[in-house]
């Protein structure tokens, strides 16, 4: 089958083998920006380096409780990374 023949069904089922929950997840990447970055753009750096604190601590604080450690550890250890760079970036 030609790409410009297949269904929009076909197309998502080839989105939910892709799927990354962790890196991109499918619900912060629909539509012209991702959403991380508009959360970024519309705070000062200060609170950003906050909000990405956070959710660093939100998911190793209940990592045990919903059924999936090493993602919710996954998902603490992306928030931890960006916040290392823009800290990074900020002393630079």
Known sequence: MSIDKATPVEWD???VINSDPVNKPDHYNVGA???IEAIKASMHPAEFRGYLKG???KYLWRYD???KPVE???KCRWYLERLMKEVLDESN
């Open 13 to 15: 089922s080839v989105r």
């Open 33 to 35: 920006i991702e959403a």
């Open 55 to 57: 959710n660093a601590l």
């Open 65 to 67: 409780y919903k059924g």
């Open 72 to 74: 919710d550890l996954r």
